[in-house]
């Protein structure tokens, strides 16, 4: 088995010329072995221990994870840090009402002392990151179980946690790369002294709105400005008002220069997952399951929120996060089925699997080591289809299309608290959920959530399969003659949940019996416990598809001697390098890499909520007053570059040569939603809005020049 891991780590670390320059999300510490030649050529002037060190501060050292999904970089030495502004949108909507509307009119703290906290928040670096596939695939052998693999594999890295960790504040997990063929720690440190220092209003921040999302030519100034803090002893720490801004290891330089094509590019962030390497078993599944059921049920959820929205600034306010997170990968999947068929990506897939059956079947070893690879992997997605289907139709119709079911679930520990009938048991339970009730009411509108539900149990009852439906849709059918709104009403008319005053009354003197006969709480268990009976019938087929997948890597691996493989990303720190370049989208038709101002003029409507333009942004375009931000008389907005990012990525910095910021990725275009599952060098693009244009921003817009003046500009 040794040898086994000698040979995948060789084929890692194997060069040649056939690699294609800008695909490729790739680990920062064997740049070195891998990438660095090629990235040289291109236009880069750094080595590979300026990019990634863990001796001396590096690029690493800037970038962070920003909260739990998008990535953000440091750009001062006192901690200032960028990222986009959808990423920080949670932030800025919870500090929004109605007397103080960041989201619709920005927020921009005059001085250290106006930075909003932000409970929950955190911001992780990176410490180092090593290879320990030779401590771990060892102990492993074919003829293991897969659940005897899993626990040998956690009890080992167990060990290498403990050992990384000990006499530290660091944190560390060890990570599977190319599905289970190879092990990685992480060690990273972690500040959740994280505060909000200015956001644009959404009229620049998200102009545009789902309307243009995921499309080129964009317009948006989608970035958001934090500050990291630390204890006075340098150290992280939770939120106090004694703490002081971080002094980070390395902050990125921002460049003035401006793009053009042809530039080297590099991105350095989290990009969160992708499937390179999937089957056409797996891509029917994403066509036929996943995004047609995503696609259908948040559809007719965010019609509703919408209205509502439309009508009154309140429900706006409160439902702009959870829109926003709804509607970003609705429109994503809608995108990702159109091009999955428009570039025939099953096809391609299904010829490398012919390839690699013939491979197999060619030799006898071969047949023994990885001949039920595909096989595993096809039983497994076909074997667990229904259960597939159903527990998404519950997760996103019930759970989370109905917010007082997913409330009603959240404060279940209220039922053993006070079954326990311990006082001190209930009384900390109960100041639980008075926590998670403060929270939740703040953006709660119950007739928009009585409209939703409605919706959403009407839908599942009718698309899925009765066999599959929790026990409450029998008694529906029965008592309330298959009247949802009849029975949603008589739930939220009824239910404690549904009104804060009642809740609150309950928690004040709080009884079981009241609790376990209350609608929504009885619809809460019934719906979870057959989600959590669904899930386990799934799950029962992950054992043979975690094999065959994992067979299925090493084969292609050993079948490709000769290609450099790179892992799928799994939300660890990548890096990936490429040109400022347009693109042709279809017949007759170019798009140039960069946008400006004078666009966001062109697309204004001022009875489109998504294409208002402020009246402040329109003064500064009719006075060209642009400043040191703009070119040539012209306010560049956002550009493109052939970087191979996903989600994950939004809020990297993308950086020139030198190690510049030039700007920060914030999304994909529509033609290449397929990306995530098969790269197309010709028309996949990653979309940057201009550090210029941010800058611009800060300071001609917003009068926050002592921001621009923390950071170190290039010119």
Partial sequence: MKRIGIFFLGLFLLITPVLQADEGMWLLPLLEKLNIGTMTRMGLKLTADDIYSINHSSLKDAVVIFGGGCTGEIVSDQGLLLTNHHCGYGSIQEHSSMEHNYLENGFWAQSRKDELPNPGLKVTFLVRMEDVSDQILPALSDTMSEATRAQTINRISKKIVKKATDSTDYVASVRSFFTGNAFYLLVYEIYKDVRLVAAPPSSIGKFG?????????????????????????????????????????????????GVHPGDFSMVIGYPGGTTRYMTTYEINEVMNITNPNRIKIRGIRQEILWKDMMASEKVRIQYADKYSMSSNYWKFSIGQNQDLKKLNVKAQKLALQKKFSEWVTSDPEREKKYGQALDLIKKAIQGRADYRYATQYISEALIRGSEVILFSFRVRQLENALKSKDPQQITKTVESARKTARSFYKDYNPPTDRAASKAMFRLFAENVKPEYQPDIFPMIRKKYKNNFDKYIDHMFD??????????????????????????????????????????????????????????????????????????????????????????????????????????????????????????????????????????????????????????????????????????????????????????????????????????????????????????????
């Fill in 494 to 715: 009824k239910s404690i949940f549904t009104d804060s005053t009642r809740f609150y009354a309950f928690l004040q003197n709080p009884k079981l019996r009241k609790l376990m006969k209350d609608p929504a709480y009885d619809a809460a268990q019934s719906i979870i416990n057959e989600y959590f009976i669904l899930s386990d019938k799934e799950s029962e087929y992950d054992a043979e598809l975690n094999k065959g997948r994992r067979l299925y890597m090493a084969g292609l691996m050993a079948m490709n001697p000769d290609k450099i493989f790179y892992p799928d990303a799994n939300f660890t720190m990548r890096l990936t390098y490429g040109t400022v370049e347009g693109y042709t989208p279809r017949d007759a038709v170019y798009y140039k890499y960069f946008t400006t101002l004078k666009g966001v003029m062109e697309k204004e409507d001022p009875h489109n909520y998504e294409f208002i333009v402020p009246e402040k942004l329109k003064e500064l375009y009719k006075s060209k007053d642009f400043g040191r931000y703009g070119e040539d008389g012209i306010m560049h907005v956002c550009f493109i570059t052939n970087n191979d990012i996903t989600g994950g990525n939004s809020g990297s910095p993308v950086m020139n040569g030198n190690g510049e910021l030039i700007g920060l990725a914030f999304d994909g275009n529509w033609e290449a939603m397929s990306g995530d599952i098969a790269f197309d060098n010709n028309i996949q693009r990653c979309i940057v809005v201009d550090i210029r244009y941010v800058l611009f921003i800060m300071d001609k817009y917003a009068g926050a020049r002592h921001l621009v003046d923390e950071m170190t500009l290039r010119k």
């Fill in 209 to 257: 709105g789902d309307t243009d999302n995921w499309m080129w030519p964009r317009h948006t100034g989608d970035f958001s400005v934090f500050r990291v803090y630390m204890s006075p002893d340098g150290k992280p720490a939770e939120y106090s008002p004694d703490n002081i801004p971080l002094k980070p290891r390395h902050y990125l330089p921002v460049s003035l220069k």
